[in-house]
């Protein structure tokens, strides 16, 4: 019998993954809270990593080099020839996407809104407060806190920083925890931004 999960997308409905065993590929679909098929995603369901919480009615779907948006019946919006693995943050009609390089997109119409010049940063984690992205930037050759670490808050519609505070070394881990972004270390405790 295949491998299966189910995750939940906080809009009541839920991602049911099946192994394919004629095949090396999941199958994915979308399912109401009786476990009924509402309809089968074409590719992989990019669930992001931080939101507003607000249940979104946009899904966000990649597909080998190809990346688009479809309502929450499965009907497509619209389709990039982007190959994007990730979504970051999708708030306030925008998703910040890391594929080739970090970009936010209108999640209406596709349309880029900004892209992160630095190519040699990787996000390792996300956050949002609805208004900005907050992203752990790492230089792509290093794992964890290493000189060039840094914390920034971006401006989901124009990418402007808002502020930003460098990480290097630090033990630190971030938690988002009451509406706030906390920074706790053997030091104590800190609220950022």
Do not use: C, H, Y
């Amino acid at each position: 019998m295949p491998a299966s999960f189910v995750s939940p997308l906080g809009d009541g409905t839920f991602l049911r993954v099946t192994g394919d065993p004629s095949s090396d590929a999941d199958v994915q679909e979308v399912v109401d809270d009786r476990g009924g098929a509402e309809w089968k995603v074409p590719g992989e369901l990019l669930v992001p990593s931080a939101s507003d919480g607000v249940a979104s009615r946009t899904r966000l779907v990649a597909d080998g080099a190809r990346f688009g948006a479809f309502d929450v019946d499965g009907n497509p919006l619209w389709t990039l020839d982007e190959r994007v693995g990730e979504v970051l943050v999708q708030a306030a009609g925008v998703a910040v996407v890391d594929g080739d390089g970090i970009a936010a997109l209108d999640l209406a119409t596709g349309q880029e809104l900004w892209r992160r010049p630095e190519d040699r940063l990787a996000v390792s984690t996300a956050f949002t407060d609805g208004t900005r992205a907050i992203l752990l930037e790492v230089p792509r050759s290093s794992e964890g806190a290493q000189p060039g670490t840094r914390l920034v808050a971006l401006d989901l519609r124009d990418g402007k920083p808002a502020w930003s505070t460098v990480v290097d070394g630090d033990d630190a881990i971030f938690v988002a925890a009451g509406g706030s972004l906390l920074r706790l270390s053997l030091d104590g405790v800190e609220r950022l931004g």
